[in-house]
């Protein structure tokens, strides 16, 4: 609900577990007034009177709702913009304000210069997230610097520490917690994509919150571009931070008549720790965010491990069978099976059938695979190019580049341009027609490497490829699904390094991470279930030595760690011995009976590193040992539970009382490294 006090020129957005409300001072500024627990209208206006106008200890008064460059302000600004004569900055002038269910809107003008700047707020039925972004309307030529979605400030406490996931290649979602430095902490990505270093989103707490107590405060960015978020904690202790699309160093030009509208940036107030923070993100994001479809994924067999640039018809048809055999839904083959692809050196870009390795096109390979019982699923990676691609040597000037630069390349490719339509149309036109006529059911859309030298020689305004990109590329996704709405798209860079609430809006899963040693990606899913839920990570079991690792584990670890979120396989199937194939389909379709409830229930991380699923009548418990030395004593305890419901467990038979799982919890787990056990319970009637 939206409540709106004219006289006290106050807004209060109140969701079922949060209030956050806001007013305008005498000069028009929006000051921030509370953003937490539950709060009256009148409560709020009483905290808003309270407000200090101005701190004469302090040149900067803080806690605006959104900081724009001028005055008495010397923190990060959420909005900078210079007018052709050298003028700098925005004075507040407040114009209206509209609620339409959800949704609010002020507008403002510069008070001299014809500029307008909307804020935007949107609350959800059932959820405590808080949706915002800006509306910037130029009537005079302007350049902007910067133009956040929005700023976020937190109440005072005497300690903060921030919360966040930084990467690598193979090591993305690792977890972070770090104290708030007094200063100015920018959390970015100028890579042009999101990236594998950090992801876009922050959780900040007093220091005091635990996985199920504590207040938490977060915020995501729905954006697959360059970002900055800047973090920032003043001498006096208090803490803000702003974010939005682009780094700095760029410049947007707006005509007069044209408008910017930033992406959108969630914030969400937990009263309950990490785990209540975690699962109102899961819930938000399964509801309001991904494409609307059953909870359940695909299960999947990719090739890209099993045989990487080295495939034949043959070969991809022999390991379709053995999928088939151990019970997969979706064969998926990965790259090099277009143009003269054998290496990552040529044919991206050349989006047909390599003529020698499928000599009658791909047609009848998906055949054998739906013939098999299967769906038929692609690798693409429509941004890339090779420069020895007959689509480079055609359009040498689709890419990102400059006059007179090098034309820097990564993994021996370019980036296309996605702000040119003509490259979004062709893009449209193949994706389109390849998935239609091969009738393919799930599509990695894969982007390997960072943006260098982003220009179109000749463009107006030149950085606006920073965000147009990232725009084509929503919309060519937008285009795709709307011609196929049943198409499954798996966001893919590299690994996780397209993982963000923008691209979810389009892609119903992320491929992790392209280290699937298990041991590993424990911690990768730890880090990734943070803000994005289960069904949205894929993990597949590929073979023991791991060809990342070289670290042996058993295949039953292998498979508990991959159904802790959206299996697939992709291991050599050809190189797995009878017993693994039959350990492979006992466990698949074990897999199959608890999906359900790890695609569709609320996670809650339990200690030493077990994870549970919990819908209304079904409990899925995974515990995993990471080393016999470090075998603990201490039992699992579960955690949602009905104390006094009672839960038998599907495999024994055995019955436990809610009360003594909650307090007392599982036995602990006796073994070797690298062993797991899997629970699964149901509630039985008293
Ligand atoms: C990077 C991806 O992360 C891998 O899974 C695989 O698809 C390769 N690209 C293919 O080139």
Not at 541 to 558: K, L, M
Request: with cysteine; aromatic share 10%; net charge negative.
């Amino acid at each position: 609900m939206i409540s709106h006090h004219p006289e006290a020129r106050l807004w209060l957005l109140s969701t079922p577990g949060t209030s956050y409300a806001f007013q305008l001072d005498a000069d028009d500024v929006p000051r921030h007034v509370h953003w937490g627990r539950p709060l009256t209208l009148e409560q709020a206006v009483v905290i808003a009177a309270d407000l200090p106008a101005e701190d004469p200890g302090s040149d900067d008064a803080g806690g605006e709702e959104y900081v724009v460059e001028g005055g008495l302000r010397f923190g990060a600004p959420s909005l900078t913009v210079r007018f052709d004569d050298g003028v700098r900055g925005f004075e507040w002038r407040f114009l209206s304000h509209t609620v339409e269910g959800g949704r609010l809107t002020l507008s403002f003008a510069d008070r001299v210069r014809s500029l307008g700047l909307d804020l935007h707020y949107r609350i959800l039925d059932g959820h405590d997230q808080i949706e915002r972004w800006a509306v910037l309307t130029a009537d005079e030529p302007v350049d902007v610097l910067r133009f956040d979605s929005a700023a976020w400030t937190l109440p005072a406490r005497d300690d903060y520490r921030v919360s966040h996931v930084v990467g690598e290649w193979g090591r993305e979602f690792q977890l972070q917690r770090d104290r708030v430095p007094v200063g100015e902490t920018v959390f970015t990505s100028r890579l042009g994509i999101t990236g594998q270093h950090a992801g876009p989103w922050l959780m900040l707490d007093a220091h005091d919150a635990t996985e199920e107590h504590g207040e938490v405060w977060s915020a995501a960015l729905a954006w697959s571009g360059s970002r900055r978020i800047t973090l920032r904690r003043d001498p006096y202790g208090r803490a803000s931070w702003t974010g939005g699309f682009g780094h700095e160093g760029l410049v947007w030009k707006l005509v007069p008549g044209e408008s910017l509208e930033t992406p959108v940036f969630t914030g969400l107030y937990a009263p309950d720790g990490f785990g209540g923070a975690s699962r109102r993100w899961h819930a938000y994001i399964e509801r309001q965010v991904l494409p609307a479809r059953p909870a359940e994924r695909p299960l999947i067999f990719n090739s890209w491990e099993a045989t990487e640039f080295d495939i034949t018809e043959k070969q991809q048809a022999e390991l379709a069978e053995l999928a088939a055999g151990v019970g997969i839904e979706v064969f998926v083959v990965d790259d090099a099976w277009f143009g003269t692809r054998t290496s990552d050196m040529a044919g991206l870009g050349d989006w047909w059938p390599n003529p020698d390795r499928f000599p009658a096109g791909l047609g009848p390979l998906a055949d054998r695979v739906r013939a098999l019982g299967m769906g038929f699923g692609l690798w693409v990676e429509p941004e890339g190019v090779n420069p020895d691609s007959d689509l480079f040597r055609a359009h040498p000037d689709w890419i990102l580049h400059q006059d007179g630069r090098t034309r820097t390349l990564r993994r021996n490719q370019h980036v296309l341009n996605f702000a040119r339509r003509d490259v979004r149309e062709w893009a449209v036109e193949w994706l389109v027609r390849t998935v239609t006529e091969l009738d393919v059911v799930f599509l990695k859309w894969d982007m390997n490497r960072s943006f260098s030298e982003v220009g179109q020689p000749g463009a107006a305004d030149p950085d606006r490829i920073w965000i147009e990109h990232t725009r084509g590329v929503y919309e060519v996704m937008d285009r795709l699904r709307a011609a196929r709405p049943g198409l499954y798209l798996e966001s893919c860079a590299g690994g996780g390094g397209r993982a963000d609430l923008g691209v979810l809006a389009r892609a119903d899963q992320v491929w992790t991470s392209d280290n699937t040693d298990a041991a590993d990606r424990i911690a990768i899913q730890h880090g990734h279930c943070q803000l994005l839920p289960a069904r949205t990570m894929g993990a597949w079991v590929t073979d023991s030595p791991n060809s990342f690792t070289a670290r042996p584990t058993s295949i039953r670890y292998r498979f508990h760690v991959s159904m802790a979120g959206a299996m697939g396989i992709g291991g050599d199937l050809r190189k797995w011995s009878e017993e693994d194939l039959a350990w492979a389909r006992m466990l698949v379709e074990q897999y199959k009976r608890i999906r359900p409830v790890v695609h569709g229930g609320a996670l809650y991380r339990l200690d030493h590193d077990a994870v549970q699923y919990l819908t209304e009548d079904e409990v899925v418990v995974f515990q995993f040992q990471p080393s016999a030395l470090n075998r603990s004593v201490v039992r699992t305890r579960l955690k949602g539970l009905d104390p006094d419901a009672r839960y038998r467990d599907v495999a024994t038979g055995a019955v436990h009382e809610g009360a003594v799982l909650l307090g007392h919890g599982l036995p602990p787990l006796l073994s070797f490294d690298w062993t797991s056990e899997l629970v699964h319970l149901r509630r039985v009637p008293r």
